[in-house]
């Protein structure tokens, strides 16, 4: 019953959270609105266009995994009882914020617009805090050695190569 209520919980704040972070906002700073290519290359709404469609369901799943692997949500107020290092997570620490800045980036770049951009910018830095301030320093009180030896292993931002799993210590 525990996974069916952090599940509810979890869809909730992927739309209020990410939702607005993501979809609301850029779409007050930009409404939408195709602006000349960035550089005057047109491809580049290409690559907009692949970091959204890469993005969006990474953040799905990463989502997911706090349900599944966790035990709990995304949202403060209902934390993951388990810390999640399957799926996205064997290759960075913070893949929902990575997402997130993702899909800000490729609308940016989608839509030519210097605005999110900037925005793009800031909400990365709002993340690196909230992750230096806050969930680093709770993940350590909560998870101890487990969450040390994750830590050691996983980046926070730039994803490895190849997958790193706690069985695979050795590295």
Do not use: Q
């Amino acid at each position: 019953m525990k996974k069916v209520y952090a599940g509810f919980g979890s869809a909730l704040f992927l739309v209020i959270a990410p939702g607005s972070i993501a979809g609301l906002f850029p779409y007050w700073i930009s409404r939408w609105e195709l602006r000349p290519a960035f550089l005057g290359v047109p491809a580049l709404r290409g690559v907009g266009l692949l970091m959204i469609a890469f993005a969006v369901p990474a953040l799905v799943e990463s989502f997911v995994r706090f349900v599944v692997d966790g035990c709990g949500t995304p949202a403060p107020v209902a934390p993951p009882s388990h810390l999640v290092v399957k799926c996205l997570y064997r290759y960075v620490r913070n893949p929902m914020y990575v997402a997130v800045c993702s899909i800000v980036l490729g609308e940016a770049l989608l839509l030519g617009d210097l605005h999110l951009l900037e925005y793009a910018a800031g909400v990365w830095a709002m993340f690196h805090f909230w992750v230096m301030v806050y969930e680093e320093p709770m993940l350590k009180r909560t998870f101890g050695s487990e969450y040390d030896l994750f830590r050691a292993h996983v980046p926070r931002w730039i994803p490895r190569f190849r997958p790193w799993g706690p069985d695979a210590a050795r590295e």
